[in-house]
């Protein structure tokens, strides 16, 4: 991927940067990703018919119910996503502003969506043996404090 | 609404892109909308003394608590806004920088907005049966849906 | 800090608006530090010995267990970040593309930064009495709607 003439800066937050573009289709993968993870919990819901509130009892004979292991891994790995994927959209798009070389911030983009696509599968739904998660989310941790520093770097002297 | 003539893509992200202000003007309201939702819990946990934390014990004789289900409701629809309405700000966002039909994006700002208002006043406030909570889930759900696909079908090609 | 001329709106969200640069590095500070939380997570979990997965069972003849009071109060005050900072996120970038002063701007940025940082100090490393969370809290909770207060009357006529 090239930038084939230097980018205004007031280019940068648009379509006319391919950097820009990469960040878009990647970040709209990730937020699928995430509202799946609702699915996913409605799924395990209905399945083990365990339901938080009165008026969501849909079968006959059952209470609400909380801590059943099955749903409650979905949610840990839903809020793990809120912890970490919802604080890299915002550095990603800050980042961007910065106006980075294009071939790393582009695979960084790829690299961090990737890694959290396989989180969630090892996570809720396929639980694997660690350091597979660990791994997993490292890597999209280490991108977002590597973009941090790119950006405290640039911008120190307006603390 | 009219944009009275072609948008510049440098000009997507500003005041002068009605479309823009209509998002600034919803995602405003919902930001509230969320903060309420703390203040919500807080006066749960006035009005039935539950608190979590040693030092937020402000009456005397009571202990640290949880699973109180008057609290764990808010909190759970508070969790609920955070899971389905912070990645719609990021999605709404660059939804907008691939410069949608200013009639569309405006109604669904609009609907999406309104229906998370709607939803927190069937779960938090005023709980009334199914399926009144999912028809609301659902309708920002699916706008978050369309708003991806929109943006990845434009993007794709930068995989 | 002053524009030395007028801004563009185009080039608000630029590193040519020093506002921008000042949001920048604090919106960075506040990612590094809400990313911190799962790293204070993670050592209080080897510290007690409090895992929530099977395949974390990294020490022999420990099952999994939850509600540590250890980890729980670290993971309330990140579940607490999450509820205030990511609006905060998206309310000051907003908030930015309106041409605010630049030094009521900066000077917000710095405080609501400063006020969570502490809210963390006080709550997940050293608890101390109240009401010193709730001030830290009140601080950047006060900020986001003053912020919201401003959009809201800029941008209503497009509601």
Same mark, same amino acid.
């Given at each position: 991927m090239s930038t084939p003439s230097p980018m205004l800066k007031e280019q940068l $937050?648009? $379509?006319?940067?391919p950097v820009f573009c990469c960040y878009l289709f990647w970040a709209t993968v990730l937020v699928v990703k995430m509202l799946l993870m609702s699915l996913l919990t409605a799924l395990q819901r209905f399945r083990y018919k365990i339901f938080p509130n009165e008026e969501d009892l849909f079968f006959k004979n059952i209470e609400v119910q909380f801590d059943d292991p099955h749903v409650e891994r979905v949610r840990r790995a839903h809020r793990n996503d809120m912890e970490n994927i919802l604080p890299y959209f915002i550095m990603g798009l800050i980042y961007l502003s910065t106006d980075p070389s294009p071939t790393v911030a582009c695979n960084l983009f790829r690299v961090a969506a990737v890694a959290r696509i396989l989180h969630t599968l090892v996570y809720a739904v396929y639980p694997v043996p660690q350091p597979s998660r660990i791994l997993a989310f490292a890597t999209m941790l280490l991108i977002t404090f590597y973009m941090a520093a790119v950006v405290a770097l640039r911008t120190l002297s307006f603390i």
């Open positions: $937050l648009t $379509l006319d940067n």
